[in-house]
DNA sequence: AAAATAAAAACGAACGTTCGTTCATATTTG
DNA sequence: CAAATATGAACGAACGTTCGTTTTTATTTT
């Protein structure tokens, strides 16, 4: 009896390891992992996962580039339509936040790579999508009449920053007294922020 | 001879552990630092740190405590003066950063907090501050006219939100092509977004 | 001032544990 | 029946912490 797609037993346990030390290290940093934690939850003996993986950081490595969503993320920001900004900037925020919903540790991976390996992948894997991203806030700034004079770079980094500030709230307040208050559509309220404003009258 | 602030020694050993341990943490995060690291780059033995010390998290818990310059910045905002909203967000704003800019390693550790220790020690910091800001929110919603309305706790969020974004982007996209092209008062941009959103028309 | 004394701090070897990795061996797979 | 994979004991290194001891500091007594 052949598995639904065909593969092999030794593709079957790496991808095992993989989502095992992929749920680890959200909960408890790379370095707080150990690889016998990575082989019980992968359910396969310590000596196994070296069959595989030839150390712990190539486990990481392996993480990055398989479970990074921007594969996923950057052609429904490309995608995204709308007759106005507020549809056009609505409809991507939701397709990305919907993507991250599916994946919303993702974010918590990029903070990993920061604290614990200075940011190495991030950088270039920043350098190769911004360029993409960019000339979609180029031609915003260029189509869209009702939008404010603001460089593209500003909007771009606004955009990413709505999504880094939502989360990382949303993990330091949690169980504080702000949380209790908050909203239940918080997010589309940061995105309602991020089209108009705080304020009732316009510049 | 004295010294200036007539520290006992202890203090000032103290001192030195927390302040090698604060940018060790910083280079390494928590868990890739050790006690040895420690006691080196603080100039004593390894079992000196445990005369100041009773473990190696309360080391950390101690620089969230003496590193966090909530204590600075806290009074700035509560004494934000501005007849408008607009010149009390942005005198606001422009206190924290000012403050935040001394300290900027800060975020790096609040990135430790989320990937090491999901949160722990932050939230506590939190529940401490939240309840003296949010008045400052609420007190903003009820007097002033010109504001949308928001609850006050996504006020206050996005407000944090606001500069975690434009830090975390900072640091993100050091480098890239995005940051080359960011103009020079991108964060009082931030601001400007934060209060009049990216659009031209209101809501 | 000087000497005596108690408290604080510094020291570094040693402890028990856990770490990532290796290895000889057994089992399963194609 | 070879090749791939699984096993868990074993390895040396590194970890956080403890401990007995020595040295330094601060205070009190001469």
Redesign the pocket.
Known sequence: MPTKETL???????LAIEDAAFRLFMEHGF?????????DRA????????????????IFTAIIMDKHPYKQILPLILNAKGDTVEELIHNAAQAMVSELGKQPDFLKLMFIEIVEFNGEHVNLLVREVAPKILPVFEKLVKVRKNLRPFHPAILLRSFLGMFFSYYITEILLSGSVVAKLMPRNSFEQFVDIYLHGILKEPA
Chains 1, 2 share one sequence.
């Not at 092999?8 to 790496?14: P, Q």
């Open positions: 092999k037993k030794g593709e079957v346990t790496r370095h707080a992992t150990s690889m016998r934690q990575i082989a359910g396969l003996a310590l000596g196994g996962i070296y069959n595989h993986f030839s150390s712990k950081e190539e």
